[in-house]
């Protein structure tokens, strides 16, 4: 098997210096997790990527680095991430993939796990590792895109305006796809329009002949689409409007799974998604829509995507024991949140038949001075989905206090506090949903809860 990267590529790519016969199998700026044969590039972020080069080494890795390292497997380079970003455009250039580019304030994580497995039955499919969507993650998935990868999923996100333009020139794709529009890092954008206006810059490298996969029930779906097709994209809407290219027909809501019916420019296709809520369907009809867009056969990609379920963190459903030895159904949304998503997982929780719907929610970040606002305004569909309700963060405190008395659980400074709690008041026949921030340490709860099952099973 010939190497991912040469020495002549690698020096080709990024302007680097580096012994003749050095080769990279992988790329990885993680010491603990890299592989004999991978380049390991010292980043600089809470600590410096150059602490950990001579732990790679022994790992049988060779490094990337900006440094004076002495004699050894080094790529010397004049700033490792600005190295990292040129070995992604490289892997970008060299490689004939369609590429599918996707942003959202929702769902984006999702929706590109189900274009993995969808691309998968049409052919070689590269995609972003867990959320690697920002300016070291989206140039670290290119490097690595294998030279024979024919179908491509790459992530983009962003916390500030200006970010998703360069790593979608970056990307170069030839679909761009916009999840969902929402209230996620309004506190750092100050409006939905401007949080709009950043993820309509997903279009800003398509290739010529690009298309622009939005969300048409969205608000800003005009201003949106304004603003792709100044970049020179063609606009596809997808949604439950008839005025939808790509569209929702129907949807059946079971406990632990969701049928839908789509239409995709005239071709109809149904799908069984092993994981209940209607976001979950539109974000699978989002990903059809991309793969027709991309030229991809969307029966095909259809049928692959059934029984598709959602990872851990976003929306796992799975049993644990509880403290009476009994079992309760685990909802785990912890790995993040925004108001929009809060609703979407409430709506499951609410269609589960159990003895008790309990909510577990932490705050919702990065919502700067409309984060009281937004909180407290989730009480009514907390109230209308839970029967019990704990919450963790001075911002839950918001929603926590406008609940009815009878529905409030305990409500707690942070995960940590709260998680004995709830593990120790789950009983048989619970469904519990678990949703925060991922600043919020929500997974502290998810293994308090799985504690309880390691020990009483």
Known sequence: MSALWTAEELRAATGGACPD????????????TVQHGDLFVALRDARDGHEFVAHALAKGASAMVDRDMGEGPFLRVAETLQGLTALGAAGRERCGARVIAVTGSVGKTTTKEMLKRACAALGATHASVASYNNQWGVPLTLARMPRATEWAAIEIGMNHRGEIAPLSRLTRPHVALVSHVGTAHIGNL???????????????GLLPGGVAVLPQDSPFFGRMADIAAAAGAIVVGFGESPEASARLLSYRGLEAAGEAEFELSGRYVAVRLEQPGKHMAMNALAALAAIQAAGGDAGLAAAALSGFGAGAGRGEMRRVSTPDMGTALLLDESYNASDSAVRAALGVLAQQKAKRRIAVLGDMLELGEFG?????????????A???????????????????????????HDAASLAPIVSAA????DAVLVKGSLGMRMAEIIRAISGAQRNTA
Request: glycine share 10%; net charge negative.
């Open 372 to 384: 009281p606002d937004l909180h407290a305004a989730l009480a009514t569909d907390v109230a209308n």
């Open 386 to 412: 839970a029967d019990l309700v704990y919450a963790c963060g001075p911002l839950m405190g918001h929603l926590f206090a406008a609940l009815p008395a009878a529905k409030q659980g305990a409500h707690t």
């Open 190 to 204: 100050g409006s939905a329009e401007a949080i709009a206006d950043e993820k309509a810059d997903v279009a800003a």
């Open 426 to 429: 789950l009983r048989d026949g």
């Open 21 to 32: 016969g050095l080769t990279a199998d992988g790329v990885s700026i993680d010491s603990r």
